[in-house]
């Protein structure tokens, strides 16, 4: 019986400990993605191509949606709704795909609107990643 509370304390600690992480990290993800937007914006008005910077910053947002989704998926179990515990998962899952998709149609398609594409899908980015801390911030 004297193990019991340390292992209250222990959960207790690691629901902490993804808690603190997932905050900063997902206003890492948007600044990344702002940043993102308002380069392949500028890139379009030029009517510039996509070069290694741009990939880059791409390359970081990616990185971070990433530990994201891990560290998302290790504390889904404290969301309470089932509902958004669903829509937490899914934008997990989902928002990976979104900069190797405009990112890879970008290097494909060599225009203005690759460009486009780009901005569309940082900004897109942005507003799932806020959505997400939304719903960790209302339900975990």
Known sequence: ?????????????????VGRVIE???YVVVALACLLFVGAVYYAVKDRLVDDRLLAVA???????????VLGLTGIGEIT????K??????????????????LLTIKEKSRWAMGSMAVGAF????????????????A
């Not at 829509?87 to 990112?103: D, E, N, R």
């Not at 897109?124 to 339900?139: D, F, H, K, P, S």
């Open 1 to 17: 019986m004297s193990h019991w509370p340390e292992r209250i304390t222990e959960a207790t600690r690691q629901r902490v400990r």
């Open 24 to 26: 900063p990290l997902t």
């Open 59 to 69: 390359g970081l947002v990616e990185v971070g949606l990433l530990v994201l989704l």
């Open 81 to 84: 709704d089932s509902t958004e």
């Open 86 to 103: 669903a829509t937490f998962v899914a934008y997990l899952v989902t928002l990976p795909v979104i900069p190797i998709g405009t990112s």
């Open 124 to 139: 897109g980015v942005a507003v799932m990643a806020v959505r997400l801390q939304q719903i960790w911030n209302t339900y």
